[in-house]
């Protein structure tokens, strides 16, 4: 099993930073990508950044140019700097990651998810 937890939420007035963090512990043979969602109230939740182990990106169009996201391989931590906030960045922002346990001489791969944090932005 994968454990991420998230850190690094708040509440910011519009225009202001944030930079979340997320740490995976547990059986982990190797980490592959790793990602930030957000759930807004009453939405789905959607992707708004993804980086692979060699450090490809991928944004949310909504957030590119104002969000950089990172990752030390060396840690298992993934970061997200989040600048020039919105109101509608608000939501719980969760941590994801797609990463292999090696447990009892096997190898298992698995989608996990972190308990989210929660970003707030007032105007």
């Known amino acids: 099993q994968v454990q991420l937890v998230e850190s690094g939420g708040g509440l910011v007035q519009a225009g202001g930073s944030l930079r979340l963090s997320c740490v995976a512990s547990?059986?982990?043979?190797?980490?592959?990508?790793m990602g930030w969602y957000r759930q807004a109230p009453g939405k789905q939740r959607e992707l708004v950044a993804a980086?692979?182990?060699?450090?490809?990106?991928n944004y949310a169009d909504s957030v590119k140019g104002r969000f950089t996201i990172s990752r030390d391989n060396a840690k298992n931590t993934v970061y997200m700097q989040m600048d020039s906030l919105k109101p509608e960045d608000t939501a719980v922002y969760y941590c994801?990651?797609?990463?292999?346990?090696?447990?009892?001489?096997?190898?298992?791969?698995?989608?996990?998810w972190g308990q989210g944090t929660q970003v707030t932005v007032s105007s």
């Open positions: 994801n990651a797609d990463a292999e346990t090696y447990y009892n001489a096997r190898y298992y791969r698995g989608d996990y």
């Open positions: 547990g059986s982990i043979f190797s980490i592959n990508a």
């Open positions: 980086i692979t182990s060699g450090g490809l990106t």
